[in-house]
């Protein structure tokens, strides 16, 4: 831009002082000529600098997943390709499910065996209630007999012996009456034992075969977002397990961040909302507009490492690192394809100086045809 301005003033120097001769070209008229672009092209430069910053260093960032099973096994299958689209929710690959499909089905039988055994200490309580019921009853009647038996035999007209025999028959029924409260109250203790309304050996069984029939889901892994899989290298018939450290693909989500980086100097007037426009060296001759969503306000540089020995800056002054400025790209570009990686050059237009933020905008959009020329020799 800058040259094309140059070449207009120049075209405009030969009209006046060459070809019509409107003033003389003389040492003064040289010197104001010289001088006179100079101090423009200067105060324009430093102008735009600071109300249109522009950047050589634009960035998109995708997120990235290091998908891990939450399970062991043999993979079996692997429906997916690299390097393809692949949508929210399709299977990504799948776990031979055999083993936890078995522990699902021998908690299932657990399951059902608890609850037959529940039922049946209810009916064993029922009955010992029951049972306990006849023993008072019968305990009751064998207290009367003893006392009858007692004022017969004070009178002279009983049989001592039917007077022991009615005794023993109150001894054995007690005994009698205290093992069907024992176990009345064992069971009673049993069926107490609860958790949300579950007999606790039963509920302990339903919490296990939960988590089995959740590792059995997780034997079908799912693209957790619209993506790709990069670098894929896993095939079928590989074991993977649930180990952090080794994740088996690296998905690449398509949400992006787009990054400009500024010098810490070049930020004193941008705001979030200001105008912006990037472009991309991955696609030659587009203009991508968006608005300056925030700045973000830290860097490497700010932060100390946690150690015990004193921070030290080496052995020469570390160059004062840049902030990044994150641009919400506009709607209209919500179909383009960003490729993670891919660098271009940006510009913010700030409230301040709105005239000359045209000159900003042809330098980044002359810039931008230039990216279509491919400068090597081979």
């Known amino acids: 831009m800058e040259a094309i301005l140059l070449g207009i003033y120049a075209f405009f120097v030969w009209l006046i002082f060459f070809k019509f001769k409107l003033l003389p070209w003389n040492t003064i008229s040289m010197v104001i000529v010289i001088t006179i672009p100079v101090v423009a092209l200067t105060m324009l430069v430093l102008l ?81 209630t029951s049972k306990s019921g006849a023993v008072r009853a019968q305990l009751e009647l064998a207290r009367r007999r003893v006392e009858q038996n007692r004022q017969l035999v004070a009178t002279g007209a009983g049989d001592r012996f039917a007077l ?100 810490q100097n070049e930020l004193h007037q941008v705001a979030p909302g200001d105008e912006a426009e990037f472009t991309l060296k991955t696609r030659p001759g587009t203009i991508f507009k968006a608005k300056v969503e925030s700045i973000i306000w830290a860097q490497g540089q700010g932060q100390l490492a946690n150690a015990t020995q004193l921070p030290t800056t080496g052995m020469a002054p570390i160059p004062p690192g840049r902030f990044g400025v994150r641009l919400d790209v506009d709607s209209r570009h919500q179909d383009e394809f960003f490729a993670a990686g891919a660098m271009g050059e940006g510009a913010i237009y700030t409230q301040h100086l709105a005239l000359i933020h045209i000159i900003r905008k042809i330098i980044l959009r002359v810039g931008s045809k230039l990216d279509v020329l491919i400068l090597k020799l081979h």
Do not use: C, H
């Open 48 to 128: 735009l600098n600071i109300f249109a910053p522009s950047t050589a260093d634009v960035r998109v960032f995708k997120y990235v997943v290091n998908i891990v099973p939450q399970v062991r096994g043999r993979v079996i299958e692997v429906p997916i390709e690299p390097n393809k689209l692949i949508k929210r929710g399709d299977v990504l690959f799948k776990i031979d499910p055999t083993p936890y499909q078995l522990q699902v089905k021998a908690l299932e039988a657990q399951l059902a065996n608890a609850e037959g055994g529940t039922r049946k200490m209810r009916e064993e309580l029922t009955a010992a």
């Open 164 to 263: 022991e025999q009615a005794q023993a028959n109150v001894a054995e029924l007690q005994a009698q009456l205290a093992a069907s409260i024992a176990g009345e109250a064992q069971v009673r203790a049993t069926l107490s034992a609860t958790v949300d309304d579950d007999q606790a050996e039963i509920a302990q069984i339903k919490a296990q075969l939960e988590n089995s029939r959740w590792e059995l889901l997780q034997t079908t892994i799912i693209a957790p977002s619209d993506g790709y899989a990069i670098n894929l290298q896993l095939r079928v018939g590989s074991m993977t397990a649930a180990f952090p450290v080794t994740p088996v693909m690296t998905f690449v989500e398509n949400e992006y961040q787009v990054i400009a980086l500024y010098q």
